[in-house]
């Protein structure tokens, strides 16, 4: 059974402050990673992919992957009340035709 | 550019009835998936379709039933609802069968059974 954990939070931070993201997933044959960001009574919106070992960037979120010990994150950077949200983390498996998501992380950034 | 549509976007309906719910993916994407979206919890997976077959199932009962179309649009049908099919319904589209990491999601039907 093929699973993706997460911190189902709520995660509060202050206005700028870094906010760090954490998943794990149960198999090692994972290939793709998405963080999807989902506002409240709204679908989930993909903001980040990563297929590779270690830090991808993009303005100011990175996802951070790694396959040894099958832990991907993401941090926001600057962090606004905008980005307030339930993040969802997901994995897609190498020939495999479902992504499997996470029970989301919910975000609070205080302003 | 349009992009995922589904309809209707909200509906109620009582134990023991069925529901259609239709999804049409972005232009030039050929991949369909749907997921249910239970309160608090992540979107779980039911079916995926590219070129009109079948191409995952998740865990889901056989009152769940989906097909999609030439024009690559898709229907979800519930058959026999139960009080736990009350949920969100995701439609989303990805460009080819191996993206299916890469979905675009509508924007759901919420559905409720009295």
């Known amino acids: 059974q093929k699973e993706v954990e997460q911190n189902s939070g709520p995660l509060s931070v202050p206005e700028g402050a870094i906010a760090s993201l954490n998943c794990t997933y149960s198999d090692r044959g994972s290939q793709s990673f998405f963080w999807y960001r989902q506002y409240s009574g709204k679908s989930p919106e993909l903001i980040m992919f990563i297929y590779s070992n270690g830090d991808k960037e993009d303005g100011r979120f990175t996802a951070q992957l790694n396959k040894a010990s099958q832990y991907v994150s993401l941090l926001i950077r600057d962090s606004q009340p905008s980005d307030s949200a339930t993040y969802l983390c997901a994995v897609n498996w190498t020939g495999g035709f479902k992504t499997i998501f996470g029970a989301g992380t919910r975000l609070f950034v205080k302003a | 550019d349009a992009g995922v549509t589904q309809s209707p976007t909200h509906l109620i309906k009582t134990r023991g009835q069925q529901v259609t719910l239709r999804c049409s993916p972005i232009s030039g994407h050929k991949s369909v998936s749907w997921y249910q979206q239970v309160l608090g919890q992540g979107p779980q997976f039911i079916f995926q379709?590219?070129?009109?077959?079948?191409?995952g199932r998740g865990n889901f009962p056989d009152r769940f039933s989906a097909r999609q179309f030439p024009n690559y649009s898709s229907e979800l049908n519930v058959n026999a609802l139960l009080l736990g099919d009350s949920a969100l319904y995701l439609c989303?589209?990805?460009?080819?069968?191996?993206?299916?990491?890469?979905?675009?999601f509508g924007e759901g039907s919420r559905l409720t059974v009295l």
């Open positions: 379709y590219y070129e009109k077959e079948e191409r």
């Open positions: 989303a589209s990805s460009l080819r069968l191996t993206d299916t990491g890469e979905l675009f």
